[in-house]
């Protein structure tokens, strides 16, 4: 059974940096979705398996970025210069599909149960 599990959250204040983890069970592609209260669930990032090439939302690029610790199986998302709207909980998503596709809630089979991240203005 695929078990993904996330950690990292917290308050942070506007400018700042945090680091999510999505400890995983398996090695596949690994994407990392957002929601803020009434909001739909949104893409963040993405990183393929095994070519390791990520993807970002465009309202991120440029301040996150993916990685993955293939020992580990541990996939991060390092997130900096935090704004007020990067407020959500965040979750991570996995898939052994082979697919042109990343950036929908549909293109994952596995989710974790998210972590809360705050950033105060």
């Known amino acids: 059974q695929v078990q993904l599990v996330e950690s990292g959250g917290g308050l942070v204040q506007a400018g700042g940096s945090l680091r999510l983890s999505c400890a995983s069970s398996v090695r596949s592609a690994v994407g990392w979705f957002r929601q803020a209260p009434g909001k739909e669930r949104e893409f963040v990032a993405r990183?393929?398996?095994?070519?390791?090439?990520?993807t970002y939302a465009d309202s991120v690029k440029g301040r996150f970025t993916i990685s993955r610790d293939n020992a580990r199986a541990t996939v991060y998302l390092q997130m900096n210069s935090l704004k007020s709207e990067d407020t959500a909980v965040y979750y991570c998503a996995a898939t052994f599909r082979v697919s042109n596709t990343y950036s929908k809630k549909d293109d994952y089979d596995y989710w974790g149960q998210g972590t809360q991240v705050t950033v105060s203005s």
């Open positions: 990183i393929g398996w095994p070519s390791g090439t990520p």
